[in-house]
Antibody, heavy 120, light 110 residues
Framework: QVQLVESGGGLVKPGGSLRLSCAVSGFTFSDNYMSWIRQAPGKGLEWVSYISSSGSTIYYADSVKGRFTISRDNAKNSLYLQMNSLRGEDTAVYYC?????????????WGQGTMVTVSS | QSVLTQPPSVSAAPGQKVTISCSGSSSNIGNNYVSWYQHLPGTAPKLLIYDNNKRPSGIPDRFSGSKSGTSATLGITGLQTGDEADYYCGTWDSSLSAVVFGGGTKLTVL
């Protein structure tokens, strides 16, 4: 079945780095835009970044621009988020999410999320 | 402060109907399609409505969406206790070149 599984979360000190991964299965990964979306404790959903199916088009939220890098490996059916210069406000559950073919801002399949905690 | 404005909470009795509003501007809702998500704590969010009023397969017709100008509305009829969750609207913002979500609305089924 269609599945997204995030990994790579954990505890990191302010200023540190972390790389999240999202392994996908059950669909043709290269057909879909993919996004990272986060939810800080007690807060709502916040979109972080998306990458087009080929990887040629990328957008970031202003809150992470210049610090986070999204990438994908279609041969490995995997999505990544490299997070540098982490701050306390980056503490959140990070979800990877699939957009249906032809869409970039609709998310029809979500992973279960991975927790990132930024604290000294 | 979210770009899209939702009421923090709504409530209704089982079997009743509830609506959740989502207000934006011409740069987002006014010129782009709206989607709605249901999120139960500890689970993956679920897509309920896309393109303002379309339901993915498997979503019951108790859930409906509409849009007028710079506002959108999610309607839920025949409320069930299992509908208790947080609900989010989302769309593309052409000025920000970003996906934006509402702050979320907590639905309580009394």
């Amino acid at each position: 079945q269609v599945q997204l599984v995030e990994s790579g979360g954990g505890l990191v000190k302010p200023g540190g780095s972390l790389r999240l991964s999202c392994a996908v299965s059950g669909f043709t990964f290269s057909d879909n835009y993919m996004s990272w979306i986060r939810q800080a404790p007690g807060k709502g959903l916040e979109w972080v970044s998306y990458i087009s199916s080929s990887g040629s088009t990328i957008y970031y939220a202003d809150s992470v621009k210049g610090r986070f890098t999204i990438s994908r490996d279609n041969a490995k059916n995997s999505l990544y988020l490299q997070m540098n210069s982490l701050r306390g406000e980056d503490t959140a559950v990070y979800y990877c999410a699939r957009s249906p073919p032809g869409y970039r801002s609709v998310f029809d399949i979500w992973g279960q999320g991975t927790m990132v905690t930024v604290s000294s | 402060q979210s770009v899209l404005t939702q009421p923090p909470s709504v409530s209704a009795a089982p079997g009743q109907k509830v609506t959740i509003s989502c207000s934006g501007s011409s740069s987002n809702i006014g010129n782009n399609y709206v989607s709605w998500y249901q999120h139960l704590p500890g689970t993956a969010p679920k897509l309920l409505i896309y393109d303002n009023n379309k339901r993915p397969s498997g979503i019951p017709d108790r859930f409906s969406g509409s849009k007028s100008g710079t506002s959108a509305t999610l309607g839920i009829t025949g409320l069930q206790t299992g509908d208790e969750a947080d609900y989010y609207c989302g769309t593309w913002d052409s000025s920000l070149s970003a996906v934006v979500f509402g702050g979320g609305t907590k639905l309580t089924v009394l």
